[in-house]
């Protein structure tokens, strides 16, 4: 009760002081000072985020005129801050969720709070579980887990290191969308502001444009400028990938198709160029780089987990183009030096000793080439020829034939089942796959031919059970049945190149299909090693919802024909099958095998366009069926008379 009589006190002095001035009463209000009666705007963006026991609460002043801002942490006031304040940190909280309100004040007032839930984290929230990619056959991939716990911030989901979802709490599944064809390892975290959970991983697949074949893995670790593959088996059955890179070889263990293991990596000369084979429990590797290291590389592989370099061989030379060894004659054979192509010895696998050489000078150049029994077939890509070298003993060369065509650019070949037909490919702008009746090596006549694309070039191909495999370049891995050298025909094939337009030298380098498990490797020049499975080839084990049955129908080629095609089939165990062509009518045309129990394996059975009774059937579309143990299977083909 003080406080009215002073403030009267003071009025009745200053109605003095003005009375005597002859000032008006409305002065006094002009000269004395301004108290405001304005509330304080409300702070905003209002946050918190802490780990247990402490809260960092946050937010933006807004005011000008607060004398200061009042914190509650669940309808209890915890802090009260001067002007200008945006931070309130508590301690002492438990983990879980809390109520903040945050308002500024002055004498006039308080403002409105700025609320929101406030986590108190654990240090890190329980990791997802049973991660799983799968490609949508959209161009995306989706990903899902399992959500394992409570009280997560939120899930990440990573492709590679890169981000391809940050998401709320509870979520458990992402898309990844429209990513590059390839394969990749998704990651998924559990994360509070805290820390970040152990992750859940798997591998998505992403497939290429394909035809009867899967990508099942794929590396890509060294960001381009890969070259030439090849494959090694160890004692124990293991297999491994080795590829040429700009700076070395790389191994690859092949246990997991869908992720292999980098296990080795030689360095070498620097070089885009690079080829590799293996002897025994050695691998062998040339390459045209320059500098420190250059000649022979050989590489001990007895223990394939840690490939070590044993030798540089340079006596005889230091740059190559190709290796190619004759496993049957321990010889080896390094082609495209600027001496020439140099035949060597390796009953010594560590210390070859040359035994031949065909000047490139005195003779021509060859660019790469193939070795069976005797006999070497080598491609002149420089003078447009083939030959054929003879080679009856470790130290004569004799050419035994040699032969051009138009538009001839000859790389590489391998010879068909039979030895009578020789697979060459043209490496050039519409280079193309053909097949050489090499019978009469004076009269040698090409049969058919095959290409894909227009312009495009082709690398190399190998031929395995009748079946080229081709590393096309741009066009990707190419799988032609060839069994029928007159009619090759496309059965599959998995395109690695991503490339936005056209190239002549880029995509798929190398290939190769020995591999005892029945995977396709390849090498890609931008993306690395592929993994690929041929479907039609893919184990005679069928689906398991048929677990007994005793073969699978593969296909038939050429489709369509005239006046003649081979049906192509996989037996199981030798147990008897039928195999028999229907008309439209699901009538009996042909009984091709009836019940017949055969060898394990691939099985080729021509069909020549007749009936049981010999008589050439009209043209049109026909159905073969298979028949056996716990399966049935049909397929269509056109006959065009």
């Known amino acids: 009760m003080c406080n009215p009589p002073r403030f009267a006190t003071l009025v009745s002095v200053f109605a003095r002081l003005l009375a005597a001035a002859s000032l008006p009463l409305a002065a006094l209000i002009v000269l004395a000072p301004e108290v405001s009666a304005q509330l304080p705007d409300p702070p905003s963006g209002c946050d918190a985020a802490g780990c247990e026991p402490s809260l960092s609460i946050t937010w933006t002043d807004n005011a000008s005129n607060e004398d200061g801002y009042r914190v509650w942490i669940d309808d209890s006031l915890y802090c009260e801050t001067g002007p200008d304040a ?11 969720s809390y109520v903040c309100a945050i308002a500024a004040f002055n004498g006039a007032g308080q403002s409105v709070a700025c609320s929101l839930i406030a986590n108190v984290w654990t240090f890190t929230p329980p990791a997802p579980e049973n991660c799983a990619a799968t490609d949508t056959g959209s161009n995306n991939v989706v990903i899902t887990w399992d959500d394992t716990g409570e009280g997560e911030a939120g899930f990440i989901v990573y492709r590679g290191g890169l981000t391809i979802c940050d998401l709320p709490p509870n ?16 990651e998924v975290f559990a994360y509070t502001p805290c820390g970040i959970s152990a992750g859940s991983s798997d591998t998505g697949v992403l497939q290429g444009p394909r035809l009867n074949m899967t990508l099942l893995g794929q590396k890509d670790e060294y960001g381009g400028r890969y070259s030439d593959i090849w494959g090694y088996v160890d004692s124990a059955g293991n297999e491994y990938a080795i590829m040429g890179h700009e700076n070395g ?3 690859y263990d092949l246990a997991d198709p869908a992720n292999p293991q980098q296990v080795g990596y030689i360095a070498g000369p620097n070089s885009d160029w690079r080829d590799v084979k293996t002897y025994a429990n050695h691998a062998y590797i040339v390459t045209e ?19 070590v370099l044993v030798n540089t061989w340079d006596a005889e030379f230091t740059t190559a183009h190709n290796i190619f060894i004759d496993t049957t004659r321990a010889l080896g054979y390094a082609c495209g030096s600027p001496v020439g192509t140099h035949v060597f010895s390796l009953s010594d696998p560590v210390n070859p000793v040359q035994t031949a050489l065909w000047n490139a000078s005195i003779n021509y150049y060859i660019h790469d080439l193939y070795v ?11 003078d447009n020829q083939m030959h054929i070298i003879a080679n009856p003993n470790d130290s004569t060369l004799i050419e035994a034939a040699s032969w051009t065509y138009a538009g001839a650019n000859p790389h590489a070949g391998w010879l068909l089942g039979d030895k009578r037909y020789f697979a060459g490919v043209d490496e050039t702008g519409g280079g193309r796959l053909r097949i050489w009746d090499i019978a009469d090596k004076q009269n040698i006549v090409q049969v058919s031919q095959y290409q894909s694309g227009g312009a495009t070039s082709i690398h190399n191909v190998f031929v395995r059970d009748d079946i080229a495999y081709i590393s096309y370049y741009t066009e990707g891995v190419r799988v032609v049945d060839v069994s029928d050298p007159a009619a090759p025909v496309e059965i599959g094939y998995y395109d690695t190149y991503l490339g936005g337009g056209p190239a002549l030298y880029a995509g798929n380098w190398g290939v190769y299909p020995f591999l005892p498990s029945g995977l396709v490797i390849a090498s890609d020049i931008d993306l690395g090693l592929h993994v ?28 369509p024909f005239n006046p003649a095609t081979t049906i ?15 008309d439209l009518r699901g009538r009996l045309v042909r009984s ?14 021509p069909w020549d366009g007749t009936d049981d009774r010999g008589r050439a059937v009209a043209s049109g579309k026909y159905f073969y069926r298979l028949r056996g143990h716990g399966f049935a299977e049909t397929k269509s083909m056109l006959l065009v008379r």
């Open 171 to 186: 979520s458990t599944s992402c898309i990844d969308v429209d990513p590059p064809p390839g394969a990749y390892t998704y």
């Open 86 to 96: 945006q931070m309130c940190f508590a301690t002492g909280l438990a983990e879980g």
């Open 249 to 251: 070889t790389i191994f």
């Open 372 to 382: 069976f029994d005797d006999t070497i077939y080598a491609g002149g890509i420089s």
């Open 289 to 307: 780089g320059a500098g420190a290291g250059t000649g022979l590389q050989i590489v001990d592989l007895a223990d394939p987990q840690n490939p």
């Open 532 to 559: 690929i499975r041929f479907d039609l080839l893919e184990s005679v084990d069928v689906p398991s919802y048929v677990p007994e049955a005793s073969g699978r129908l593969a296909w038939n080629a050429p489709n």
């Open 592 to 605: 091709l095998v009836n019940g017949t129990a055969r060898e394990s394996g691939m099985q080729r059975i």
């Open 568 to 582: 192509v089939y996989f037996a199981e165990r030798g147990d008897p099958v039928e195999l028999a062509v229907y």
